[in-house]
T-cell receptor, first 116, second 114 residues
Framework: AQKVTQAQTEISVVEKEDVTLDCVYETRDTTYYLFWYKQPPSGELVFLIRRNSFDEQNEISGRYSWNFQKSTSSFNFTITASQVVDSAVYFCALSDLNNAGNMLTFGGGTRLMVKP | DSGVTQTPKHLITATGQRVTLRCSPRSGDLSVYWYQQSLDQGLQFLIQYYNGEERAKGNILERFSAQQFPDLHSELNLSSLELGDSALYFC?????????????FGNGTRLTVT
């Protein structure tokens, strides 16, 4: 069965600090996709990134970067020079390709609080 | 704005009642997914429809049902409501084609059962 674990339930940092959100996953699939979503206080779920299991290149988008390591089944997310607007709950998710369609298994989320 | 529209934003109802949540997917998307977010269960997949047909089923209770109409909008029906059904219900959509597309979520419907 698919499983996603985000061990950090809450992280609090001061603005401009770097912060890394951990994500560990379990799957028996050889092909799979990983995602990160952001849920700001307003409640919507915002797509941040998708990664497939064949692409282990790290990705950087502005202050955001992602580190995918298949050997440790991890897909960690780093925010550099955090800002108050980064305060949100962040979810890591794993696709289930055994089901037709695009069912995602979500981790429990990490609540990030960035203080000014 | 994800392009996925959910109505209503908030719903307050009593135990035993029935409600209908509505979702309009992004233009061009054929798949609609329903997810439930509750404090104790987190984000859970309920059901998926593709072009009017049920495609995948997750942890959806028998008291819940859904459908997707010819214009591709979808409705999630929740009946015999219990206090534990209070949650944020998200609809998401994705485009047709092979591969795994990101899901684009609506803003959710917050259901409160009293």
């Amino acid at each position: 069965a698919q499983k996603v674990t985000q061990a950090q339930t809450e992280i609090s940092v001061v603005e401009k600090e770097d912060v890394t959100l951990d994500c560990v996953y379990e799957t028996r699939d050889t092909t799979y996709y990983l995602f990160w979503y952001k849920q700001p206080p307003s409640g919507e779920l915002v797509f941040l990134i998708r990664r497939n299991s064949f692409d282990e290149q790290n990705e950087i988008s502005g202050r955001y970067s992602w580190n995918f390591q298949k050997s440790t089944s991890s897909f960690n997310f780093t925010i550099t020079a955090s800002q108050v607007v980064d305060s949100a709950v962040y979810f890591c998710a794993l696709s289930d390709l055994n089901n037709a369609g695009n069912m995602l298994t979500f981790g429990g989320g990490t609540r990030l609080m960035v203080k000014p | 704005d994800s392009g996925v529209t959910q109505t209503p934003k908030h719903l307050i109802t009593a135990t035993g009642q029935r409600v209908t949540l509505r979702c309009s997917p992004r233009s061009g998307d054929l798949s609609v997914y329903w997810y439930q977010q509750s404090l104790d269960q987190g984000l859970q997949f309920l059901i998926q429809y593709y072009n009017g047909e049920e495609r995948a089923k997750g942890n959806i209770l028998e008291r819940f049902s859904a459908q997707q109409f010819p214009d591709l909008h979808s409705e999630l029906n929740l009946s015999s409501l219990e206090l534990g059904d209070s949650a944020l219900y998200f609809c998401a959509s994705s485009p047709p084609g092979t591969g795994v597309s990101p899901l684009h979520f609506g803003n959710g419907t917050r259901l409160t059962v009293t």
